[in-house]
Nanobody
Framework: QVQLVESGGGSVQAEESLRLSCTAS??????MGWFRQAPGKEREGVAI????????YYADSVKGRFTISQENAKNTIYLQMNSLKPEDTAMYYC??????????????????WGHGTQVTVSS
């Protein structure tokens, strides 16, 4: 059905930047965003965007450093990650929600998931 494909992860040093991309196969969704999960931790919402209107959510830990954006014509969202910290190390997943318009950072409210892209930040 719907497929999400992430790219852009990698290994960087602290204070460096990365840009993640996620492309959806079947048009836009109500909400799209990025979640991350580190070993031993729960999956957490990082940044969410409402595909119509552009309203955004950011986790407190990334505010001022990360920026989520969208390119509607390409069914693509991005996550610009600046001033990366070792604490940002995690598998980053793209997610899409077609059932609600809430765009909340809860993984239980998202229907489709990408396979993830690893981000590793060393000090």
């Amino acid at each position: 059905q719907v497929q999400l494909v992430e790219s852009g992860g990698g290994s960087v040093q602290a204070e460096e930047s990365l840009r993640l991309s996620c492309t959806a196969s079947n048009y836009r969704h109500n909400c799209m965003g990025w979640f991350r999960q580190a070993p031993g931790k729960e999956r957490e919402g990082v940044a969410i965007i409402r595909t119509t209107g552009g309203t955004t959510y950011y986790a407190d830990s990334v505010k001022g450093r990360f920026t989520i954006s969208q390119e509607n014509a390409k069914n693509t969202i991005y996550l610009q990650m600046n001033s990366l910290k070792p604490e940002d190390t995690a598998m980053y997943y793209c997610a899409a929600d077609w059932t609600t318009w809430n765009c909340r950072p809860s993984p239980y409210e998202y229907n489709y998931w990408g396979h993830g892209t690893q981000v590793t930040v060393s000090s």
